[in-house]
């Protein structure tokens, strides 16, 4: 790896992929990982009364995550070795398109200034294994409006999407693994 921000990696994809299943697998394997800002912020926003929720203020519930994501990477970079994160600072701007919602120039910037490994995995819609749930509210045509909206975000900011097998979680690791391993030979 050569540059800094080879170590963060992400894994994108619409709700309901596995995504937080496989960075909860990879945390159990001892690596290094950033939770999903969204879920995150639903909590604290429900807990206070807060507007700041999909399903209130859109815009508000971006600029939450943006922050969020902000923190987070910078956290990353003052941690040693491989980080896997939960979605990265481009889903933000893949979200506020796919809401309709303009666009801040901040978030762009972010998207844009903010790096990850250029390899991005993207778990792919997976009606098997899709389940609603208190902070996932969306239905299954939403996850796979969102995994477009990604598949589109991701390259437009000079990321290589890789897209995740269906498969088993041990196997999805498996896959990661072996992929970021190939990377840095």
């Not at 909860?24 to 700041?52: C, D, F, K, N, Y």
């Not at 971006?62 to 979605?87: I, K, N, P, Q, T």
């Not at 796919?98 to 792919?124: D, K, N, S």
Request: a neutral charge.
């Amino acid at each position: 790896m050569t540059v800094e921000t080879d170590r963060l990696i992400v894994i994108t994809g619409g709700p309901g992929s596995g995504k937080t299943t496989l960075i909860e697998a990879l945390a159990g394997r001892g690596h290094t990982v950033r939770p999903e800002a969204g879920r995150a912020v639903i909590r604290e926003q429900q807990a206070s009364g807060g507007r700041g929720l999909p399903w209130a203020d859109r815009a508000l519930f971006a600029e939450l995550m943006l922050a969020a994501d902000r923190r987070s990477h910078a956290e990353a970079l003052g941690r040693e070795g491989l980080v896997f994160f939960d979605r990265g600072l481009p889903d933000i701007v893949g979200y506020l398109g796919l809401c309709g919602l303009p666009m801040p120039p901040h978030a762009e910037e972010a998207a844009r200034g903010l790096r990850y490994r250029r390899t991005v995995f993207i778990a792919p819609p997976w009606s098997a294994i899709f389940a609603q749930d208190a902070e996932r509210k969306q239905d299954f045509a939403e996850a796979v409006r969102t995994h477009a909206a990604m598949a589109v975000t991701y390259p437009r900011f000079g990321y290589d999407l890789v897209e995740l097998p269906k498969a088993s979680v041990e196997a999805r690791v498996a896959f990661v693994l072996r992929r970021v391993a190939e990377d840095c030979a």
